[in-house]
């Protein structure tokens, strides 16, 4: 019966484990990513239901845009949350 070959390749070893810092958001983060998002809809649902209120009637259209700047924002600080 023949002879398996021997390997060639040394047998995988992981590198040293170092100490690694976990990294952790601000305090901050959350709370302004979550307020962002609640803006950009509640933005958006004042401007379909009173579209002729002070703050808001003279914008026009550009309320969708505010409302969604709003909303992207919220999702990318989501993107920085660990």
Do not use: C, D, E, H
């Not at 959350?30 to 002729?52: C, F, H, K, Q």
């Not at 026009?60 to 992207?72: E, P, Q, R, S, V």
């Amino acid at each position: 019966m023949p002879k398996p070959k021997a390997r060639k390749k040394a047998v995988y070893t992981p590198p040293p484990s170092s100490t690694k810092q976990i990294k952790v958001s601000p305090r901050w983060l959350a709370p302004v990513m979550v307020a962002s998002w609640v803006i950009g809809i509640l933005w958006i649902a004042v401007y379909y239901v009173a579209p002729t209120a002070p703050f808001i009637g003279p914008l026009g259209n550009w309320n969708l845009l505010i409302g969604f700047a709003f909303i992207i924002f919220g999702v990318v600080l989501s993107t920085r949350w660990r």
